[in-house]
């Protein structure tokens, strides 16, 4: 009988890096009501040792015609403990859970700060963070 690998990976702190935020002064709501921002999102795994590794996860909202409300850069980090963490089969997965961990205070800072700025709040979706990156390995 074939015993599944029990996959352990363990967030031990997460800092807030960056929190950008600025008002874009010309941009005027009545004459967009309805406003589409695109946000971009990376992330880079830094190698702390063959047992940790740290994962930053960044979010920016811009346009090139200034067509949104506000301009905005956020980026958290997070300490993972994951043992082999560096091999070919659990690269991907330490990549892929640490963004998915991450995405909840990326998602958490963007609403918070958005509200707190009076503009209308940005609330990121509830979703598979990792379908936000083409890459996977």
Sequence with gaps: ????????????????????????KSF?????????????????????DDQSFMLSLAISFDHPENNIPFFMDVQVSGKFIFTNWETDKLYAIAKSHATSVLYPYIRALVTTVTANANVPPYILPIMNSNTLFKDIK
């Design 1 to 24: 009988m074939e015993q599944k690998q029990n996959i352990q990976i363990r967030l031990t702190g997460y800092t807030v890096d960056k929190i950008s935020f600025i008002t874009n």
């Design 28 to 48: 005027d709501f009545k004459s967009n009501p309805k406003v589409k921002v695109t946000p971009k999102f990376d992330r880079e795994v830094t190698k702390i």
